[in-house]
């Protein structure tokens, strides 16, 4: 089979994206109609959580757009923090969410609502799960053949999504075998906890990219090894990295035979760079020659709080 072009790709990933909105919003209804007829609180939180992932789609699909823009004058790194902001929002989305949820528990457990008609919340429900199924599979087959991380990231969301439908079936069920409705109100609250939870490490990891944190070491470790592996390099040191949202930035000092031309050691790294574009293809490269043995102050000796060693 042969590979996709860009136009397919970009046309899968655009129908993945669109059928994730689509989808949302016909959870949204059907949810809603269920909290209706049931009054079931589990059921409420699910409506909740499916009008997050509505507007956590739209802003995603809104910020990716945007910062898919080129480089101008004015942002020279391009706009791929963009993400990260849309992801801050979708945070305290999120997060309301999860208070209104436990807010209205509660009041539930000072003013007990009348009995929960759990049969139509089931059957709502159980619609509500294969939909979700049915998304994560088109959306699994769009990744393998694209290899997108927006739909990867996607589709895990959902699958969190179908657990949560698990939990409340089930919890419905007792509550229709058994009768105790406070039930309904303490799964409500788990699924609360879990949104406030998502909620706090979609803003750690939105203010790691902001706050322009050094990506994991053990890309640091790949990227020095892949630039020592190849020839006539001497040395790395002080390399940066962060995360630009669309891509990587890696900066640092290439160490080189100080006897060599100015062409000979552009050549040198300009194979460097293309070897660490095999590993990390779209990353931005920048890269200052140094000759080898060479006494200078580095931000190395500075993070290290080692001395400083002036150059003489």
Not at 71 to 85: D, P, Q, T, V
């Amino acid at each position: 089979m042969q590979p996709l072009n860009n136009d397919q790709i970009n046309r899968l990933k655009k129908q993945a994206s669109v059928c994730s909105v689509i989808l949302a919003v016909v959870l949204i209804i059907i949810k809603s109609i269920g909290v209706i007829c049931s009054g079931s609180l589990s059921v409420l939180s699910s409506m909740v959580d499916s009008m997050g992932d509505l507007v956590a789609s739209l802003i995603t699909f809104i910020a990716v757009r945007f910062s898919a823009k080129p480089a101008n004058s004015s942002h020279r790194y391009g706009f791929g923090k963009a993400e990260a902001l849309s992801a801050l929002v979708q945070s305290a989305f999120i997060g309301g969410s999860g208070v209104f949820i436990i807010y209205d528990g509660i009041n539930r457990m000072l003013n007990p609502h009348p009995q929960i008609k759990s049969q139509s919340a089931i059957i709502i429900m159980i619609i509500s799960l294969f939909l979700t199924i049915a998304l994560i599979a088109f959306q699994k087959y769009v990744a393998k053949k694209t290899g997108s991380r927006a739909i990867k990231a996607d589709s895990a969301h959902y699958s969190v999504d179908v657990i949560t439908n698990i939990s409340i079936i089930l919890t419905l069920i007792a509550i229709s075998i058994f009768h105790i409705n406070w039930f309904d109100t303490v799964v409500a609250f788990l699924v609360a906890s879990y949104l406030l939870w998502s909620s706090y490490h979609l803003v750690l990891d939105s203010l790691t990219m902001i706050m322009d944190k050094e990506l994991g070491e053990d890309i640091r470790e790949k990227i020095k090894k892949i630039v020592l592996s190849c020839e006539h390099i001497e040395g790395i040191h002080d390399l940066r990295t962060r995360d630009l949202g669309s891509s990587y930035i890696f900066e640092f000092h290439l160490e080189l035979d100080g006897n060599l031309s100015l062409n000979k050691a552009h050549q040198y790294t300009d194979n460097v760079e293309a070897e660490l574009l095999k590993t990390y293809p779209g990353a931005q490269i920048i890269i200052h020659q140094d000759p080898a043995g060479l006494r200078e102050n580095r931000l190395d000796y500075e993070i290290d709080g080692h001395c400083n060693i002036k150059n003489k």
